[in-house]
């Protein structure tokens, strides 16, 4: 049984950065495409970035600069670094393996 566990979010000053992880268990995400995506209140689940399982990343143009993906296959854990935060990156942020497997999501409020 896959499952995939959010940790790292919180409140955070805008210009402020955090480190979210992503622990997988049952499957390999060196193997996967994994991705983060966000939902703010009353909007729908956006991507925010992907890799692939060779290594290929993809970034929303919200946060191309700012935000970097990256995979420890030895500890089984995908992270997002997230620099200059910015008001509207608050959500709920969640991890994906291939689009099948979904995390319980971890909250980032960016807010002074």
């Known amino acids: 049984q896959v499952q995939l566990v959010e940790s790292g979010g919180g409140l955070v000053q805008p210009g402020g950065s955090l480190r979210l992880s992503c622990a997988a268990s049952?499957?390999?995400?060196?193997?996967?495409?994994m991705g983060w995506y966000r939902q703010a209140p009353g909007k729908q689940r956006d991507m925010v970035t992907t890799?692939?399982?060779?290594?290929?990343?993809n970034y929303a143009d919200s946060v191309k600069g700012r935000f970097t993906i990256s995979r420890d296959n030895a500890k089984n854990t995908v992270y997002l670094q997230m620099n200059n935060l910015k008001p509207d990156d608050t959500a709920n942020y969640y991890c994906t393996m291939n689009y099948r497997y979904w995390g319980q999501g971890t909250q980032v409020t960016v807010s002074s």
């Open positions: 890799i692939t399982r060779g290594g290929t990343t």
């Open positions: 049952g499957s390999s995400v060196s193997t996967a495409l």
